[in-house]
């Protein structure tokens, strides 16, 4: 049971201080993990949690931390490259969200559960945790518990003050002039937290330089929607940066190349902009970014700018700022030809990479890279029990639609005269990329040709497809039957045999969506009106203005007219809606209430609801039960046979 009170420490006996109860040797652990299947795989192969879900190695490149599972549980694990000897945390069932090193001894992991608690610092979402793990003494501590709040507001920056390894973090300070963001401090010899430096009224953030110290600050003003920069010069507090931001708020995302001067991330219209603030002049100066959708890459240790990362339609590719680093990554990619290469950690010299390695016919595994030993070795699978006949080709698909776009997705296991299943992914700032996906490839391995569409609205690919949404959740009906005709019209599979499965605001398309079979949502928006009313009283007024602007109209009666909820007819589709009883980004009602709907005009509809899951289905037994239900779902009104 995770205690997620905003207010007042967390209890001794309350999981965030048993979350790592049990701590044992276990050298073997990996064989058992990642031991294949002889057989053909099953469904609910595909709906495991992956093997592996996040590495990071240390900073002298002696040790790897892993968030490791066994397809329903997840644990911790420590591993000595030298020897192979491995610690193994026993997490109790949290849900681990990513591990990074502070130093060579302590691994920092980070955990969340759902809250449905607000105030004005805090969303109702998953909210996570914070822990320290020393491999040395063996012994974990729930950082944050000695202060009034013990959730963690952002990751933290990790710095050398007075030769110890140190902490420096945005969190909430209560005092005098009430409840603040301030700067805090936890010195990981002993692990408690401290306030170091006390915010201003409406600070949202800080950065701290190489040395530890306080070097810029940000301000929101809610009623006037006016963010500020401000940096430390000569003792104080100048504002450099102001912008109006009703919706896409700017944020400090690190430290510039040179690491004196803040480095600023702006959105607008889905696609990320980059700039930093000269320390001397103030003066803010463009730092030039790859291309749409393209992302900073931190050093772990300083936060300094490295390069950029950005992904196409092909491949992943980064533009580093050292000529050697760029190097290392052509060499590292090189080591993986045919294969999507990503790096996911590397330690304080660079010539040790964890890279996370995606074969189009062998799936996703993670690979250490190091340069010094002249070696690449594999550390593990993350789908072990699929083997390459069990992964189905995925390649790009484009197509025009009725009205001039031209839009772009993926289309997995093509096949003349197979039946379709059109899959659209969830958000207003996300996108389907290329690489193994593992429900698509799940539903790929039953018979079916998987279409994944890039449809209006979607971020990280061009201001004009993102600006092309706005409005348009109406028409995404249009765009989901011109992408089935293209798909026909081109042989490569039966786009007249079709059901579509949106995830959450691609749910909408899918239960709106006319001449299909079927159709099935996963945490879905079904009603915009009803979801927009729910988030005002649940989200910050910048969400409900980007949820408005994306459906056309800041109310719900405006959406109502732009984009209706279905309404139950004369053969509609088979529905089928399965929603996390824990989704804090969507209404379980959503889903409830429109199954009853259908149900009651007699109409075929199933509602299931997964116990104590979220949005993202992030536990193992409920992500393979979803898998399997959904699969029952389409092979009962859409056989691929």
């Not at 009430?178 to 010899?189: D, Q, T, V």
């Not at 379980?588 to 899951?613: C, H, Y």
Request: overall charge neutral; aromatic content about 8%; proline content about 6%.
């Amino acid at each position: 049971m995770i205690d997620l009170k905003l207010r007042g420490s967390l209890p001794e006996s309350s999981w965030g201080a048993a979350v790592f109860r049990r701590v044992f040797s276990l050298a073997g652990v990996f064989a058992g993990l990642f031991a294949a299947s002889a057989t053909a795989a099953p469904i609910e192969a595909y709906g495991r949690l992956p093997a592996i879900e996040d590495v990071a190695i240390s900073p002298d490149g002696a040790r790897l931390g892993l968030i490791v599972t066994d397809g329903t549980e997840r644990k911790v694990a420590v591993r000595e490259l030298a020897t192979g000897a491995t610690q193994v945390l026993d997490s109790q069932g949290a849900k681990l969200r990513g591990v990074r090193w502070a130093d060579n001894d302590h691994l920092l992991i980070q955990a969340s559960g759902a809250s449905s608690e607000t105030n004005l610092y805090f969303e109702p979402g998953d909210l996570s945790h914070l822990y320290d793990y020393s491999v040395s003494s063996r012994s974990f501590r729930f950082l944050l518990r000695d202060t009034e709040s013990a959730v963690l507001f952002s990751l933290p920056s990790v710095r050398t003050v007075d030769g110890e390894t140190t902490l420096l973090m945005d969190h909430l300070m209560f005092g005098d002039n009430g409840a603040r963001i301030g700067l805090w401090r936890i010195g990981l010899k002993l692990g408690f937290a401290r306030a170091f430096k006390e915010g201003f009224p409406g600070t949202d953030g800080w950065l701290v330089g190489q040395d530890g110290q306080p070097l810029a600050e940000t301000e929101f003003a809610a009623q006037s929607r006016r963010w500020t920069l401000k940096v430390l010069r000569n003792g104080v507090w100048d504002q450099v940066v102001s912008r109006i931001a009703p919706i896409d708020r700017p944020w400090l995302a690190g430290l510039s190349a040179d690491g004196r001067s803040p480095l600023i991330e702006e959105r607008s219209e889905g696609q990320a902009v980059f700039s930093q603030v000269l320390m001397d002049s103030g003066e803010v100066k463009p730092v030039g970014a790859p291309g749409p959708g393209a992302r900073p890459v931190l050093d772990p240790r300083t936060d300094v700018l490295l390069g950029f990362v950005s992904t196409s339609a092909a491949q992943i590719d980064y533009a580093m700022a050292s000529p050697r680093d760029q190097a290392i990554w052509r060499a590292a990619q090189a080591a993986y030809p045919g294969d999507r290469v990503e790096v996911v950690s590397w330690n304080d010299s660079h010539r040790k990479l964890v890279v996370r390695v995606d074969s189009p016919t062998t799936g996703p595994a993670y690979a250490l890279v190091d340069f010094d030993a002249k070696t690449s070795k594999w550390i593990g699978d993350l789908y072990p029990e699929l083997k390459a006949a069990d992964i189905a080709p995925r390649k790009p698909f484009s197509y025009a639609t009725r009205d001039g776009l031209q839009l772009g997705g993926f289309l997995t296991a093509a096949k003349p005269g197979a039946p379709v299943v059109v899959l659209l992914h969830d958000g207003l700032n996300e996108r389907d990329e290329p690489g193994f996906e593992w429900m698509a490839q799940g539903l790929a391995s039953r018979g079916y040709a998987v279409l994944q569409i890039n449809y209006p609205g979607t971020a990280g690919l061009g201001g004009d497809l993102y600006r092309a949404g706005y409005g348009r959740w109406s028409r995404w009906k249009d765009d989901v039957a011109d992408g089935l005709a293209a798909v026909k019209a081109a042989g490569l599979a039966d786009g007249g045999r079709a059901c579509v499965v949106g995830v959450g605001v691609g749910a909408y398309a899918a239960v709106t969506a006319g001449g299909v079979r079927c159709a099935a949502a996963v945490g879905g928006v079904t009603d915009p009106a009803a979801h927009l009313a729910w988030l005002s009283s649940r989200r910050s007024p910048a969400t409900y203005r980007a949820w408005g602007r994306s459906v056309g109209a800041e109310d719900p009666a405006g959406v109502r007219i732009k984009a209706p909820a279905p309404t139950p007819v004369a053969g509609s589709a088979p529905l089928l809606l399965l929603h996390g009883t824990e989704d804090t980004v969507v209404a379980p009602e959503q889903s409830e209430r429109l199954a009853k709907a259908f149900l009651a005009a007699g109409r075929p509809a199933e509602f299931i609801s997964l116990k104590d899951e979220d949005h993202w289905l992030s536990r193992g037994e409920t992500r393979k039960a979803a898998l399997t239900a959904l699969v029952a779902f389409l092979e009962k009104h859409n056989p691929p046979n």
